[in-house]
């Protein structure tokens, strides 16, 4: 299919549409990005790249990454992972502390931010430098050994970091955090200041549209197995309390972070990225979300 042209169709359509959205403003240095910027970039399995709009530009892709270092996790713990965090959707905003106490320091999923604080402290008990270990998977699996952490939004958000330090600390107290709280919310931060093109992204998820294997490189991730339950997380959970909407529209996995980016994956077809910092009331990009609902209505491709 010549998604380029559905590319400019879309983008057509998308002329008329109001976003009332905003910038994300919580973590100060977010807001320092033109907020009209839009990019968008498909990979598909057979390595045919699409392109549109400011997909060469790095942004902030903050809880997208969640996903990298779960897969990190779920390869040292296997299935014991899910004692520690669970698989189904939390119905919450993506900080919220609301459940924690009633689930006994068990996070909903791994993708709101209790969930990944879990994860990251994983990390940081099982690898020997855990931040640099991460760089090396995400430069692998970008192909961009360049690809860095953004320290001015890591210490943006680690100033008004206090949600985070609250849902970590109320973990700690109910036994699921086992290493050094700063040390845990450090490697966080960090993981979510990663800065990437959609260019880049897309090509980052390729092989979980793949069954875990990159199918431009043939390096095999992750066995078929956790890939399909990788994706069976993101359908569920990848937008939080939106996640039920982002499927009944878009219909397809997807992984969407607070820098406007977000991505989603057509098991066996392609990757896409897409960028719009403007986000809707739940934290999720508005152009990218309408973006994606209008792209797969039109290709015909949700997986459902
Ligand atoms: N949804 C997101 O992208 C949130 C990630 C952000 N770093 C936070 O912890 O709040």
Redesign the pocket.
């Known amino acids: 299919m010549n998604y380029q042209d559905v590319f400019v169709q879309v983008i057509e359509k998308l002329d008329g549409f109001k976003d009332l959205g905003k910038p994300a403003s919580?973590?100060p240095e977010l807001q320092n990005v033109n907020s009209n910027n839009f990019g968008v970039h498909l990979t598909t399995i057979e390595d045919q790249n699409f392109c549109f709009g400011n997909s060469d530009d790095k942004f902030s892709i903050?809880?997208?990454s969640k996903v990298l270092s779960l897969v990190m996790a779920y390869k040292i713990e296997n299935e014991d992972l899910w004692k520690r965090v669970g698989v189904e959707p939390s119905g919450t905003p993506?900080?919220s502390l609301v459940q924690l106490e009633h689930d006994k320091g068990i996070p909903r999923n791994p993708f709101i931010?209790a969930g990944a604080l879990v994860i990251s402290d994983i990390l940081v008990g099982h690898l020997k430098d855990p931040k640099q270990e991460l760089l090396q998977f995400v430069r692998r699996l970008s192909g961009n050994p360049k690809l860095e952490f953004c320290s001015r939004i890591a210490e943006s958000?680690k100033s008004m970091?206090y949600?985070?330090a609250a849902l970590i600390n109320l973990m700690k107290d109910f036994g699921n955090i086992h290493n050094d709280i700063d040390e845990v919310l450090d490697f966080?931060?960090n993981l979510?200041s990663i800065e990437m093109t959609c260019k880049e992204l897309s090509k980052t998820f390729l092989f979980l549209a793949s069954n875990g294997k990159d199918p431009i490189t043939k390096e095999k991730y992750l066995s078929t197995s956790k890939s399909k339950r990788i994706n069976a997380v993101m359908q569920l959970c990848g937008f939080?309390d939106e996640a039920g909407e982002f499927s009944f529209k878009v219909g397809l996995p997807g992984k969407?972070?607070?820098?406007g980016g977000i991505v989603a994956i057509h098991p066996n077809k392609y990757s896409i990225a897409v960028w719009s910092p403007k986000l809707n009331a739940k934290?999720n990009s508005s152009k990218g979300m309408k973006f994606l609902e209008l792209f797969t209505s039109e290709t015909e491709s949700s997986i459902f």
């Open positions: 919580y973590i903050q809880s997208i993506f900080n931010n958000e970091g949600r985070n966080y931060f979510c939080y969407s972070g607070v820098g934290g």
